[in-house]
């Protein structure tokens, strides 16, 4: 994944979006020209349970808390889903203020860090089509944050068809299921 996919199976664009180290909520504002607003769904204690997120969950000291967020313009349209798992104890530290995107909490704090893109999936959901109002597939991404050489987040995006709008065609292979960077 260092050296993104073939073109054949995602368009540079969505290569940008998916594979950069970028904030997604900045991306998703330039793209649309509207502020990128969070609507909280959930917060709530998940204790050291693996939670079904990545592997890389396990990163994470905990206890943990995870956030599920949707990702809208200001006039509503939902752009993308993410859950972010974070040590309880550091979470006042950098979501200062929740009802904010992630990046921009950290971007107040002035918070360097590193994304560290570990994975792309590629699928279809029943749900998500219900709630982006869209028919599959979805591309998604999971991330660790690093701050101070240690795991910060593990954050998990999946961004709406949608936005083909903006980026054009996704243009992905049918077959592609899952591509991981071994840890």
Not at 23 to 35: A, D, I, M, V, Y
Not at 48 to 59: C, E, H, R, S, T
Not at 82 to 111: F, G, K, T
Request: hydrophobic share 40%.
């Amino acid at each position: 994944m260092r050296d993104g996919l073939p073109h054949h199976q995602l368009a540079p664009a969505w290569q940008i979006l998916l594979l950069g180290d970028g904030s997604p909520t900045r991306h998703l504002k330039l793209l649309t020209g509207e502020p990128t607003e969070v609507d909280v769904i959930d917060m709530s204690s998940i204790e050291m349970d693996a939670d079904g997120a990545p592997a890389l969950i396990q990163a994470l000291p905990g206890p943990r808390l995870r956030r599920q967020v949707w990702l809208r313009t200001a006039s509503g349209q939902r752009l993308a889903y993410a859950v972010s798992w974070w040590e309880a104890s550091h979470i006042d530290n950098y979501l200062q203020n929740r009802s904010l995107p992630i990046w921009e909490n950290l971007s107040r704090i002035h918070a360097e860090l590193y994304r560290d893109v570990r994975g792309l999936c590629y699928g279809t959901c029943p749900a998500l089509e219900t709630a982006f109002e869209e028919t599959g597939p979805f591309w998604g991404r999971h991330y660790l944050f690093w701050h101070h050489g240690q795991p910060l987040t593990l954050i998990y995006e999946v961004f709406s068809p949608y936005l083909q709008k903006y980026l054009g065609s996704i243009r992905a292979r049918p077959n592609l299921d899952f591509l991981s960077r071994s840890s």
